[in-house]
Structures are given as C-alpha cells and as structure tokens.
C-alpha cells in the first residue's frame, strides 16, 4: 500500500503552481521538474554515527561517504554533510518516508520531512556538461557516477548528483528557488544550443 | 574604392567579398581580414585621432597591443567605443566610425590642441587648473573631459546577453604561437586534460605572419595541421578568441571568449562573449613577444607602424600599407619585413639599420638599399607618411619616399600574465628587454617568445619540454614528442630607445601622447620613480596599459637617471590583459536576473488575486491585495488591517526562517542562544525568544516551538533567517561541539500562514480534522502541536500573534500551500476573510508593538527594546554578559516608545529624528523613528521609535523633523502598544 494522506481535500501542486511537472527541451537537453520525489534528510547523534551509517547503507545496498550518491531498491541516499545524508525515495509510495525513517532510526538520528523543501530537476542529453559548466564550478569531468555535491548555481545553494556523467544529473534546489533556477538552466541550454549553431 | 593596397597570396577566402563601412564609406575586404587590413587593403592608413593633441594616427600593430586605430564599432545601442581595428574580425556589413574627433578624421577641430603641444605637456592639468580651487568641478573638468576622451557611448542599453563558466584542467596553455601548439599538442597526446586559448580567431601566433618552413612545410599551414590533429582529440578544449585576462590565486584564470564578435548581432539566444573561470593544475604561458617603436621625430604619421605588423599584414593578410615602404631596425629583424614585401613586389626603398655592423652580407636579405648605422630623423606627412629624412652613417641626410615605415625597436616579451601575482620580470641584456622573473603564478611555467626565446626552433622545443615538465609535475605520463624543424636564427640587437636628433616630438606612448620629452621633463621635476613616472605623465595607463610603450619610457627615465632599466624598474602589471565589456563581467546576472527570486506558496493564487508584490530580501511577497474600486494602497491596506482586527485574515508568513533543531541537548541548546530560558519549555507550548549577538546587542526575535522532548522549530524574522541559522551553526559546531544537537532549515518544506482575527479559531475549525481540539481551553496562547487537517494532511498548528489578535500559524507541505490558501478563502467566506500583504501585516504589529527588523538594527539592546528583563539572570546565554555591560542600558539611553501625530492625521516619516520641542537648532538628537504606519483603527498616525530616557517621557510632545523633506511636527510619546496592552484579544 502506498505510504500516502488519504485522499485529503487539498491538491498538491508543483513548485510551479501547475498540476504537472515542467518539462523544457531545449536542443539536445531536457531539464524535467521531478515533484513525486519525498525526501527525508538524517543527521546522526552523537555516539551513534557508525550504527546510523550502517543502517543507511542497509537501505542504498552499499556505504554512503560524504559526497556520494547511492541507490537502493526503494530509496536513494546521498551524503550532505559530515555524519548528514538525504534520503529521497518516490512520493506516491513513502510520502511519509521521513516518519518511516524516524521509527527505524529512533533516537540514533534526527530525521527531519524536506519533501517539499527542495525541488528536484533531472537534467539530461548528450554532452550536457557543456551546459553545466556555465552553471558551477566543479570540475564535472572529476564528477564520476553517482558523486553528489553541494554548491553554487547563480547564488543558489544546491545538489548536484551524477547520475551519469555528461548524460545526465539531478540538481535539487530550496523549493522557493524552482523558478529561478529553471530560468537559469534554461539560459544556459539555450545559450550553448544557439552557440552550437555557430560554425 | 578598390583594394589598391591588396597584395597577392595571403590566409584569406578571396572569394567571398565582404562589404563594410568606415565613417560612412563604404569598402569591401574578405573573409579573414581584420578591420584594419582591410582599411590598409583599401588605402586608407588615417584610422583615429591621438587623445590629447588630436594627431592623426594610423595603425601601429597587428595585434590587442594597437594603441592607435581604435574605432567606435557597430551603431546604435551596439555600438562599442575603443575597439581596436587591429581584432576586429571582419564581417559582411561591419560599421565603424572614427571617434575622438570634430567635425571629420581628416580635419579634426580639436586638432588645434596640437598648436599648444609646448603649453600641454606632462604635469598640464597638475600645474594649471589649481586656482581658482571652486572652478575644478564646474569649470574645467568638463571642458577638459570633452577636449580630451576617446569613444562615445551610444547611452542606450546594451541589447545582448553574456554568460560565464567555469572550466578545469590539467593544463591550461595561453597562446597558440609554436610554442603553444607544440605544448599543446604534447600535453594532449600524452592524455592531459588540455586547454589551449588564443585571442586570435585563426591559431598560429607569429606562424601566420612569417614565411618560413617547419618540417618542410610552411609555417601557417604546419599550424592548421597541428590545430586540426587538436581538434581530434577529445581531452583538449580550443579556444579561439578567448584572451585569458589574468592569473589569479591557485591557479586560477580569467579568460574572455568573444562567442559572437565577428558577427553583425549574435543570433537569439547567443551569448555575444563569454567570461570563463580556469581552474588550471598547470599553466604554460606561450603568448608571445610584442614588437616596440623607436621614437623619433614625428614617429606617429599614418603609415608608421612596427616592422613585424607590416610583415603580418604582407604575408597573413596580402597587405602593404603603401606601395613604396622603408624600415628602420635595430636587429635582423627588420630585414625580415623588407625581404617579405619585395618578394610580394612592394617597392623597399631601403632598411635604415642604426647598427654600423649591419652590411649586406651579415644582415640583408635580399636586394634593397641597406643604409647601416643610419637612423630615422623625421617623417613627412601629417594625414598619411609621404617620405622619411635619415642621417646616414658618414653624417649626410637623404630623403627616402614612401608611404610606409616598418620600425623594429626590438621585442618585449609578454610577460604581463607573470606579473599578475606580484612576480616582477627581470632585465635580460641579451634581448634587451624584461623577461619573467623567478616568482611566477602558482603552477605557471613560460616557453616561447614570452619567456625571451625568439627563434620558431627556439619556441617549438621550448613548449614541448615545458609541457613535459607540467606532465609530470602531475604525475601524468610524459612521452616526448620530436622537436620539428625549423628555424633558429640569432636575435641580433643593438638597444636603440630614441633618435636623440631633432626638435619635434617623439612618440612614446601613441595613446595617451606621451613624448621623450614628456619623460624627460617627469625627471627634471622629481617624479623619477617609475610609478610617479607613469602618473604624471600618463605613461601606459591608457586602454593598451602601455603595451608598445612602456619599455621607451623606463629607458628614457634610465638614462635620464643615470641608472640601468634594470635598476629602474618596471611598473606593475595588472588584469585585464585587454579591455573587457562591463557586461561580460555581469554575465547573465543583469536586470531583474541580477539575484535569484524566491516565491512563496501562495504566490500563483496572489498573481490571480492582482497582489502587488515587493521584494523581502530575495523573497517576492504580497504587499497588498487591491480591490476593485480601490484607488490608493492605503484604502486596501486600511481594509486589509480593519478585517482582521473585526473578523479574520490571512497571511503567507513562509518566509520566516524555520529552523528544525533536535537532539538529546536541543533544549539545553536553545536555552544557551536564546536570552531568556527555554530549558524548562513544556511540548506543545511555544515561547518567543530573543537571541543577542557576543557583544550583547539583539540580534533577532521570533518563536520556538516545543514538538517533543528532543524537537523544536526555531522561527527568525524573514531579514534574518539566514545569519540566525549560521549563527546557531557556528555556535554548534564551534562553541558546544560537545552538545548533541542537530540543525537543518525547513524555510521551504512548509507553507506557513497566519490566520488572524476573533474569527480565527471559527475558520480553521472548519479545517482541522475531528480529534484535534484546538478550542481555547486544550489549545490555548502559546500551543503548538501537530495535526491533521482537511482529510488526513499533516499540519502544525502553532498558536502565536504577531498582530495582537487571536491568531494562530498553521503549515502544511509546501505542495499543499497553494490549496490551503484557497480551501482558508472558501470556507472563511462566511467570516469575510480577507488576505492580507506585508503592509497590513506591518500595520498590525506597529499597532501591537512588535519589534521586528527595523527595531533589530544591530544597534539596540534588550533594554532598549522594553524586553530587558527577558535576558535571564539565572543562566549564562550568548551575550548576557555584554548586554549588562557599562553604559549600555543606561537610564537615559533610548527606549522604544509609541509615538502619535499630534494631528492626528498626518504621516510620521520612518526615520525622522526626535527633539525635545525646547530644543535649539544646534540640539542633539535625542532618538528616531524605526517605524510607522496610518493606524485604521485608531484613526492616526503612529509610530514606533527609540527615544532617550522614553519610559520617562509618556505624554510628552518632541518634535519630529524630517530635514531631508523639509518637514518638522509633533508628535506625541505613548506606550509602543498601541492595543491591547493586556494582550487579552490573542488570548481570546
């Protein structure tokens, strides 16, 4: 059964006050708003870091260091911060991921809902570096699959997970940014596909 | 006209005529020209007007050091001042204009400057416009800023867009001369992550401008060969146009790729340049040597220019400036230009070498007049060169014809990018000239020309070996690449800085008019070291940064001195390299994309609503929702306010800061960074907490809520959510490591609104779902805790005031916010619900006097906020200690205080200053105001402000002056709680 409110009166809407996800494609690129992604994040207390570790590894099949990013058969973790993770899994099925969380980590972690407190964008096409590389500063040819890391866009605080490199990343952004970074995406997507043109 | 001056052979696609206009003429040219080789193409050598005295000045260079034909490029609103025609790439329908100059190039009224030329040397200004002091400003400075100048700005807003980026690599090589191509090409077969920029639209360097073989095979067509083998590999980037500006801390670099400059306009969407940011490991600085003058009498005619641009104009751009050309050397390689032209069949009609050793046998190439040991003494011509007097060795003087000079002073190595660290170059007697010193940018190693390695051979094996030693400097794996061949020539050169003979001027610095006398009469003053040398007379600190020059000055300063240019020194070498547009270095971040926008949840409903939003910070918020009828903001805000003090409104208050803070010391925690205690909070209570800064001044208010033993929700004023949470962070991480504890925003994660009004508790009933009471009784002032609402969705209900009535705070996922705020509209329109901006919202809490941002100014203490006694006595928090210190909370410091027009009606300006009405023109001011507001419903104006000793002064009249509107009024000292002082509506 899904993890989900029941039925409630109220509609949820997208970061864009739209019913459904924006989806721009621009060239060979597309930059697609993904709203069904519940994301909890987790910070261990002091003294339990390693049994929070292990049991976040237990759930992304494998350890999770600080800056990368892992899959597990239901969620996804990425390290943030020292002894921090974000865990996102799929909103129609754990919207209540955070509380499911909380109850397995009990008092080892602080578990706190940020499903709504980042938006997250796929952004995909061949050779999308090139558009990335007028966004931040990281050296994206040293991001490998599966890297996360948290920096700058346009003065915006955000993740940037690889996925696969040149092909395809995550980029999740404080929610009240969506519009601000869909525009600078865009521009930029826009700005090299026009430079393409160029002979 | 025709292209009169077109010689055959050349890099150009003499197929395709591309037509273009100069000062409205027009002319035609071909792909691969430069502006300026196609006004040479076309006959024309007249380019600009100096920009002091108005000479007539035609191009010098072939490259970015051009001080002279700089032209206004493109028109109306993109139109560019100061671009050098020298790297203007040539496009269909190109459109210059001349610049500094009235009414045409050819007669420039302003020209008559030059009669004064004995009045306006160096120092003019200094020494003339002191008195009368008043008239500087109004005066002179504005006749002297039209007299003088170069471009003009079109005044219009610059239509295009520019980006930045950021790049990395292994090693970044600047400038694809020999040395740069073979380092690159070394660096890239060897696997390196490579980038190779070069300001040139075509790579090459010098390759393109020489005739001569590596390998067996043309220079220029070895250099498209290597380029091509480049573009293969995919680990190396190429950067054509893209000059790279500066070396900065750790190996980084600025670099200006011109992405749409040899277009008329950029096509939609293009960003016409682009400002990378190189993080490089490793730096090769292959940029090459830049040629210098001999000054010597009138050595600025049209027509004179550097040796090596008269050769790269010959044998890159099938161009001479004129069909019968001389050249004046010191080295060989002045003979070089005069071999070239006569193969191309341009009439030589001598070289000039001031070498006496310079024969026919050790130094010519070919069969043109040698005059050894002559020198230049004068040129003719004032629009355009028409002949040159030498005086030859045995004494005689002859006067040779010719509508070109080539001058070879010598070659100064580019070492501006060496320098930018504070490295400092140092004196070669070898090549006479500044080579790069020992302290170099971190990583950065120098080949080629640029390191004083002035042979093709020379450069070739340089920057394979310096590639290697990048390589392995990283680690990476190095395997050497054959040295070509090529040529490797001797550099011969005999230093000649100016021809001594001859009263008129001799031209140092061609852009900002600096002559050897210039320098002279700066030594004869007392301005000798070389950076008063540079302010005084201007030397090199015009748009070339004095590239063609600075070396003719430090000479002329060294002898003058009696010391050596080494002993002399250099000036300092900053970024850019070049000029860079404004707009390249805003990037995309102009206009309202100058900052990122945050939009609160509601924002879509508040669109459809007609709000009027205003900026928060970078928040976008309602500030007031007109309706129909409704002529002035006040008439919306007064209703807005009134209909929550009579029934109920709501307001997105998501943009205060949110702060999830849990673990086992939570508590103990918020008990240390708040004042007043917050140990002993029960769950499911609230408490409103001040937090000071170290030096005890208040730094930010707002509410804590208890959720459970280990869990509140910290929120801050919207100003400063993000200081509070660094803060609390720093004092985590830093002050209480030990502490178990744990932060993280929730800003975005819930749509938080204020429901405020004696209906309040009515309308939420209607949406909290059954099993939650939140009747006065189980849910009183003060309680939070979380709930469900309209079905099952999880909500917190947080029972706080910031207007002073029954209100409450419910948050739900920020997905559901848009919702919420139409699912409050409808079931509240029983209640005449009303949404409610920030004004009313600033109204409400004026009219209660909550202190919010402009009471936290970062100046006021508890005490002075009336929340004394809230700093706690009986626990050690950040900044008690402080807040009690001496002097602070004094009695007759300021206190916040209400304040109400003694009109009544008339608006108290935020800001004004407070006097007692006895006070004298000279009195002191005794407070201000921080905030006001028209109050509906208390019929008034009021205000809040900080006033000395207020709690001594209720009733009192001071008088409000406002100085800056011409305004001075009464007003009234009250209580800052203008309503219910009690508090009994929120607790209703």
Redesign the interface.
Known sequence: MPDQ?????????????ADHPCVETIGPWTLTEC?NRAIA?V?A???HEDAVAATLATLASGPVDLGTLRRGPSVDVFGTALQ?WFVTADHTEQEHLARTLADDLG?TA?V???????VVFTLQGDGVIRVL??????????LSNGSAQRLLL???NVFLLCREQDQAYDILV????????H??VT??M??V???S??S | MSQINRLSGGQLDRSRPLTFTFDGRSYTGHPGDTLASALLANGVRLMGRSFKYHRPRGVVSAGSEEPNALVELRTGARQEPNTRATVAELYDGLSAQSQNRWPSLAFDALGVNDLFSNVLTAGFYYKTFMWPRAFWEKFYEPIIRRAAGLGSLSMEADPDAYDKGFLHCDLLVIGAGPAGLAAALTAGRNGAQVILADEDFTLGGRLNAEVEEIDGTPAHLWAATAVAELQTLPNVRLMHRTTVLGAFDHGTYAALERNADHVAAPAPDMPRQTLWRIYARQSLLCAGATERMIAFQNNDRPGVMMAGAMRAYANRWAVTAGQQVAVFTNTDNGHRTARDLAALGVDVVGVIDSRPSATATSAALGDYPLFAGAQVVDAKGKLGLTGVTIRRADGSTRTLPCQALGVSGGWNPNVSLTCHQRGRPVWNDQIASFVPGAQLPQGMRVAGAAAGLFSTAEALQSGIDAARAALEALDLKTTALPCPRAEDGAYDIAPLWYVAEGKGRKWLDFQNDVTVKDVKLAHQEGFRSVEHLKRYTTLGMATDQGKTSNLGGLAVMAEATGQSIAETGTTMFRPPYTPVAMGALAGRAAGKDFKPTRLTPSHHWAEEQGAVFVEAGLWLRAQYFPRQGETHWRQTVDREALAVRRSVGVCDVTTLGKIDVQGKDAAAFLNLVYANGFAKLPVGKCRYGVMLREDGIAMDDGTAARLAEDHFVVTTTTANAGPVYRHMEFVRQCLVPEMDVQLISTTDAWAQYAVAGPNARKLLQKLVDPGHDISNEAFPFMGCGEITICGGLRARLFRISFSGELAYEIAVPTRYGDALMRELMTEGAEFDVTPYGTEALGVLRIEKGHATANELNGQTSADHLGMGRMVSTKKDSIGAVLSRRDGLNAPEGVRLMGFEALDGETTLPAGSHLFATTATAQGASEGWLSSAAYSPHLGKSIALGFLERGQDRLGEVVTVANPLQGQSLKARVVSPHFIDPEGERLRA
Request: net charge positive.
């Open positions: 409110s029941p039925a409630p009166r109220l509609i949820a809407r997208t970061a864009f006050g709203p994040s910070a207390r002091q003294g921090q008092m602080s706190t809902e940020q499903n709504d407190g980042w590389e007028r966004l931040v500063m990281t050296d994206l040819r040293a346009e003065h915006m404080a929610r009240s940014f969506a519009l601000s970074l525009h600078a521009a930029a826009r700005s596909a026009a430079l043109t160029m």
